[in-house]
């Protein structure tokens, strides 16, 4: 049974920072593309970061190049979200997704809040 679990995320106040988890299970996660997600309230969901199986190349929308760090470990089958200089507007429900052949799998979310 895949399952992808989040956590890390939380209330922060703006420039302070967070990182996110998700723990993937039930495939072999070095051979899935892994992503960041998040989803605003009234709004679509929009891929924040991204990263290639052996992490090596990774793509980030543009509103966050330069704060936000996606990263793996192959070892712990986990990906993680490095998120400096928050600011109001990255508030949202963050989703891991991993892709693989034909398979997409998303995990539950982690709330994400930022105000002071």
């Known amino acids: 049974q895949v399952q992808l679990v989040e956590s890390g995320g939380g209330l922060v106040q703006p420039g302070g920072s967070l990182r996110l988890s998700c723990v993937a299970s039930?495939?072999?996660?070095?051979?899935?593309?892994m992503s960041w997600y998040r989803q605003a309230p009234g709004k679509e969901r929009e891929l924040v970061a991204a990263?290639?199986?052996?992490?090596?190349?990774?793509n980030y929308r543009d509103s966050v190049k330069g704060r936000f760090t996606i990263s793996r470990d192959n070892v712990k089958n986990t990906v993680y979200l490095q998120m400096n200089n928050l600011k109001p507007e990255d508030t949202a429900v963050y989703h891991c997704?991993?892709?693989?052949?034909?398979?997409?799998?998303w995990g539950q979310g982690t709330q994400v809040t930022v105000s002071s």
């Open positions: 990263i290639s199986f052996a992490g090596i190349s990774t």
């Open positions: 039930g495939f072999t996660f070095s051979r899935a593309f």
């Open positions: 997704n991993a892709v693989w052949a034909t398979n997409n799998h």
